[in-house]
């Protein structure tokens, strides 16, 4: 059996670590939630840039519907200038020109389908990216809901927690409670350790006999000659 200043050292120790757990949980629920939120902005932004590919296709088929309509009205009016040329060559010459105006028509024609075929697949991929950012708006929706009660819940146990070791504090000797609270801080949290096939179980050096028996006697507080943190014997 440890000495009683140990036990209650083993009970405040028992208290800090569940503390310091549930801080840690509680640090982790707000990055999470910031990187869950940063789905859902990054899901807008790629909805954004599908909107916005569909609009630049959509306003590259107006200019070429425009440039397809000037080239008729071109065509139109070189085809009614024919009737008005008596000279072979100007006639010719028109002629050349109407067939020039009919070839870049049917190019115009052949970029403007093109450009439907892109618009068409433009306006799948919008569909689809508004249907993720709507998943994802959800699940965030959902999943902050839930991390909010979640950080709620370790806050009052934070509290609770608190209190009971500001309590178990009060019945241990100041100094051995400064002592105590030195070797949390500088051995990652482990000030009281059990000691485990005759070593201390924080630093696993192993402990002289006479140490061990001291310990294993609990007669006496002990600490370990290497990391000096308090030892009990755990049975």
Known sequence: MPVPEVEELIALQQLDRRVVALEGAARAIPPLIQELESRVQGARGAREAA???NAQL????RLKEGELKLVEEQAREKQARLYEIRKNEEYSAVLKEIELLKAKRSALEEEILHLFDRIEEAGRTVGVREAELREREADFAR??????VELERLQQEIGEFTRRR?????RIETGLLQSYTR???SRGGLAVVPVKDGSCSGCFVALTPQTHNEVRKGE???TCANCQRILYWKG
Do not use: D, P, S, W
């Open 51 to 53: 909107r916005e590919a």
């Open 58 to 61: 959509e306003k590259a088929r």
């Open 183 to 185: 070797l949390l801080k």
């Open 143 to 148: 999943l902050r809901a839930a991390k909010e």
């Open 166 to 170: 500001a309590g178990q504090a009060r």
């Open 220 to 222: 006496v507080l002990v």
